[in-house]
């Protein structure tokens, strides 16, 4: 794999706008793709069959130019062309190409998913020791996102997290990262045995929601290890969080590089930051050395594909590859990589015009939704301290109509036909993407015109306003790191006898993944009452070996 060095600037139109004629296939895979048809000879009927298969399933586009052969991003073209051949298949997977596929899934899907559901043959490249199609893909992702480097993952954002924590933490050295963080944080540091420094993140009782990290509480926590002499691998950052709240990162970044530390953010709300002057900037903008994003959350790759760009030369690169190779399949899906492909390809044809819809649609309906009565919005002067937030990801409060989130959620879902992204204990949150459209803007806004007309009560106001409780992990205590936590001695116990207990599961309402209590730390009184609260409430729980909280699992030592 070759190193590209980059403009770390998206502004940059130079290498944002890639023309057609250098999308083309790599020469290294032309020499290895196989001829199956002999020069001169005639297509029998198998292959005109397969031709056919190849454009059945094509869903004609209005707004779209006939996409030729040439302009295909490189392995999306590798793979177009590997699939039409009349190839006499004795490789994997076993469907065959979609001859054997199950008849029940491709009246759900088609043939087509299956045609071209391909293995690491010669012409499509490998994953792990790229140098035709993927190489090539991953160089022009880089490109565009302004990486020195860039890996396609098909183990989400939580593989690329797995791999950026193990490629700068060695055992026994801390991580710095906010105590909201995603559970794949958590679950990094049980595989790389690093120990955790947790911050305590914003936080805003009204809206029961974690904000982003400061300054001052990262550079609190370097100089509180360095008393104590102990070795920072990495600092952690969450930006944007699921709720779209920023930090930060570039003083941050300044910060954590003074101090030769790598700056690593979970980015995977946030591929699409930068490429807009209405939207934030990204991570890599800002100086991060590490950032994962989930290309298929507001871009349009498949879900589970994602990236890991790489700034800088902090962080070794050659440690990553060995850490990717130790977590990703050696069985990747070629879909899920050829979607990575196509997302880059979409988003380079109008960097900094593709989302000017997505953003004007979002502002209107913050526009027909703020003045609703009994309804807050998240990011409104004066309703909620977060300095930043992306505009696509809107939060609505329903607590002034005596409603929590989820009892909101059932009736936009079940009287009006909308489905949302996250449902929290006093609010909702609505992704806006590329593929959002008015109709549904409308209707989501007169959902909640409805809903507010039918239960709103100054009585219930005046109830909810004054009911504003408290972060549920203000207090934790970490008694053993989560490494050891996870290979410890367990038993399980009544809910009732385990408060102060060391925790042995970890527990988080999901979405968003944020858990509440983490095996290695104390079990508290505001945990647990926190829990109970968002069950009732109507959340799942996450992670317990009891979905109801009956009992819980404790580390017996």
């Known amino acids: 794999m070759v190193s590209v060095s980059v403009s770390s600037s998206l502004r940059d139109s130079s290498f944002l706008l890639l023309p057609t004629s250098s999308i083309t296939t790599s020469p290294i895979v032309a020499s290895k793709e196989r001829s199956i048809i002999e020069p001169g000879k005639k297509k029998d009927k198998e292959t005109i069959e397969t031709a056919k298969l190849v454009t059945r399933d094509k869903i004609p586009n209005a707004n779209s130019e006939i996409v030729q052969p040439n302009s295909l991003p490189p392995l999306v073209s590798a793979l177009k062309t590997s699939a039409e051949q009349n190839a006499a298949s004795f490789h994997f997977p076993g469907h065959n190409r979609g001859r054997a596929a199950p008849s029940s899934l491709v009246q759900l899907i088609g043939l087509k998913p299956f045609l071209h559901d391909l293995p690491e043959l010669p012409e499509l490249d490998n994953l792990f020791s790229p140098e035709g199609p993927i190489l090539e893909a991953q160089k022009q992702a880089a490109n565009l996102f302004g990486s020195s480097e860039t890996w396609f993952l098909v183990g989400g954002t939580t593989c690329g997290i797995h791999a950026a924590v193990m490629a700068t933490c060695s055992p026994g050295e801390y991580l710095i990262l906010p105590r909201s963080s995603h559970i794949s944080a958590i679950s990094a540091m049980v595989l790389s045995g690093a120990i955790p420094k947790y911050i305590i993140p914003e936080y805003d009782c009204h809206w029961d929601i974690a904000g982003g990290v400061t300054l001052s509480e990262v550079e609190k926590a370097i100089k509180e290890l360095q008393m104590e ?18 930090s930060n990162v570039t003083d941050i970044s300044k910060l954590c590089h003074s101090y030769g530390i790598p700056v690593i953010v979970d980015e995977a709300h946030g591929a699409h930051l930068g490429f807009h002057h209405k939207l934030p900037c990204s991570a890599l903008q800002q100086g991060a050395d590490l950032a994962v994003q989930s290309t298929h959350k507001v871009l349009s790759s498949l879900t589970q594909s994602s990236m890991l760009h790489m700034s800088g030369n902090i962080v070794d690169r050659e440690r990553i590859c060995r850490c990717l190779q130790t977590l990703q399949s050696t069985s990747p899906s070629y879909l899920l990589l050829a979607s990575l492909d196509a997302a880059r390809a979409q988003l380079s044809e109008n960097p900094e015009t593709i989302f000017n819809n997505a953003i004007d649609l979002a502002f209107e309906t913050k526009n027909l939704i703020r003045n609703i009565p009994g309804i807050s919005v998240l990011g409104t002067p004066g309703i909620s301290s977060f300095p930043l937030i992306d505009p696509l990801r809107l939060t609505f409060g329903f607590w002034q109509l005596g409603l929590s989130g989820f009892e909101a959620d059932e009736m936009l879902y079940r009287d009006h036909g909308v489905i949302s992204e996250l449902v929290g204990t006093r609010s909702i949150s609505f992704a806006i993407n590329l593929g959002t459209s008015r109709d549904h803007i409308q209707r989501l806004a007169s959902g909640i ?85 968002v069950r009732n409430k109507g959340a799942i729980i996450s992670g317990a070996s009891d979905p109801l909280l009956s009992s819980i699992v404790i580390c017996d030592i």
């Open 229 to 246: 002499g102990q070795k920072i691998g990495a600092v952690f950052i969450t930006s944007p969080t699921y709720h779209g709240i920023c």
């Open 449 to 533: 015109k409805k809903i507010s007309a039918a239960s709103f009560s100054f009585q219930k106001i005046k109830e909810k306003v004054d009911h504003c409780g408290s972060s549920p992990f203000t207090d934790s205590t970490m008694s053993l790191n989560p490494r050891e936590s996870f290979f410890a001695s367990k038993r399980k116990v009544a809910i009732g006898e385990s408060l102060g207990r060391i925790c042995g599961e970890l527990i988080c309402p999901y979405p968003p993944g944020i858990p509440v209590m983490v095996p290695g730390e104390i079990i508290t009184k505001r945990a647990l009452d926190y829990l109970l609260q």
